[in-house]
């Protein structure tokens, strides 16, 4: 059988969550300041809660805010779902 080329769109990937994007100097103190797409940002920023133990103990669908955080987020507590919004508005 002849082998079967794979796109981008086959492996379920969406080119624009792979487009590198620029970081706000808020989240670029968090995930760094190169260029990164949508998907990196997303998962460097739970590496970090992850290493900080900044999920709520009691809830763990919310992300409490440390000092670095506090800069993205704007408030105190987030909960999971808000991220990739609070997210696009650190992402140019």
Do not use: C
């Not at 590496?47 to 709520?56: A, C, F, G, R």
């Not at 987020?73 to 991220?83: D, H, P």
């Amino acid at each position: 059988m002849p082998e079967k080329k794979t796109t981008n769109k086959s492996q379920g990937q969406n080119s624009a969550f792979m487009k590198p994007m620029n970081v706000s100097p808020a989240l670029a103190a968090v995930v760094g300041s190169q260029a990164m797409p949508r998907t990196a940002v997303v998962a460097k920023i739970w590496e970090y809660i992850k290493k900080h133990n900044l999920q709520d103990a009691a809830n763990k669908r919310n992300i409490n805010a440390d000092d670095k955080l506090l800069a993205i987020f704007g408030k105190k507590q987030v909960s999971m779902f808000e991220l990739s919004k609070i997210l696009s508005n650190h992402l140019s």
